[in-house]
């Protein structure tokens, strides 16, 4: 995207690809292997925010595909969109043919590890690897920090809070970016779609994510498996039984880390994922 001078350029603003009929907001950068990055479900949040400490890391070698997913950052908001786990794994396999992606490998954060698990199960061939960091996918009981930030109702001090339950590093969490993250958050039509996402009562949203047990015990394909000691939002429970359940898993799990592996220990994450997907 160019500019002229004088004139910034919006970091979070990548090319825009049409998947199915959905105008699809993507970054899209380096060569090689396909590795598509689905982000996760905060408020406000979008594909550049989740990964801009790790699409360019990791591009080196691969090439990156971040989307924002339909209801989410600067991807179209269809008039009478049904949001849920059909409409999305929908808009990733339309993306990767738009794309002309046969198969990609898959990095997932919380509820995008929610949706890179349903794609496995339901289109295993177009899946290589799994990565999967403080995933949603299975049901366990809401946890107070995750209905916070699917109940968030905009405020810089809602904002700040939800902060202060992602990060386990205090220092991350300064007025800035809580001003930041906030204005995020209320850009027209951000907040419309996400409320609509998952009312009250939140548990039955965790829930319609979450796959079938014995389809995840079924992938075959190798894991990664990452998720911070002080997640809360997602439990570190939820990451050690998907251990238990794929077959060809590794668990890595982070001390002194909290929802934001991928910010909270970027160098090493990037570095973990990277041999990972190498091996």
Not at 14 to 37: E, F
Not at 113 to 135: F, N, Q, Y
Not at 149 to 160: C, E, L
Not at 194 to 215: T, V
Request: aromatic share 8%; net charge neutral.
């Amino acid at each position: 995207m160019n500019a002229d001078a004088g004139t910034r350029v919006d970091p979070e603003i990548g090319r825009t690809v049409l998947a199915g009929k959905i105008r699809t907001n993507v970054h899209d950068v380096g060569s090689g292997r396909p590795l598509l990055m689905i982000h996760g479900s905060g408020p406000g949040v979008s594909a550049w925010a989740n990964w801009r400490l790790n699409m360019g890391p990791l591009a080196q070698g691969r090439r990156v595909i971040a989307p924002d997913m339909v209801g989410f950052g600067f991807t179209e908001r269809p008039e009478g969109a049904v949001y849920g786990k059909d409409l999305w794994v929908r808009h990733l396999v339309d993306l990767m043919d738009a794309l002309e992606l046969g198969q990609a490998d898959i990095v997932g954060n919380s509820f995008g590890g929610a949706l890179a698990l349903a794609l496995a199960i339901r289109h295993p061939e177009r899946v290589r690897r799994l990565v999967l960091m403080g995933s949603a996918g299975l049901s366990f009981p809401i946890t107070p920090g995750l209905e916070a930030v699917w109940g968030y109702r905009p405020s810089i001090a809602a904002m700040r809070g939800l902060l202060d339950i992602f990060a386990y590093d205090r220092a991350l969490v300064t007025d800035e970016l809580a001003e930041l993250r906030y204005r995020a958050s209320i850009r027209p039509g951000f907040q419309e779609s996400f409320s609509a996402m998952f009312p009250a009562p939140r548990q039955r949203g965790l829930d319609a994510l979450a796959s079938d047990e014995a389809a995840v015990a079924g992938l075959a394909h190798p894991a990664l498996i990452v998720h911070g000691r002080e997640d809360r939002v997602i439990p570190p429970e939820a990451s050690r039984r998907l251990f238990e359940l794929l077959p060809a898993a590794d668990l890595h799990m982070f001390g002194r880390c909290g929802h934001w592996t991928q910010i909270e220990h970027a160098a090493a994450f990037n570095r973990l994922v990277a041999d990972f997907l190498d091996g």
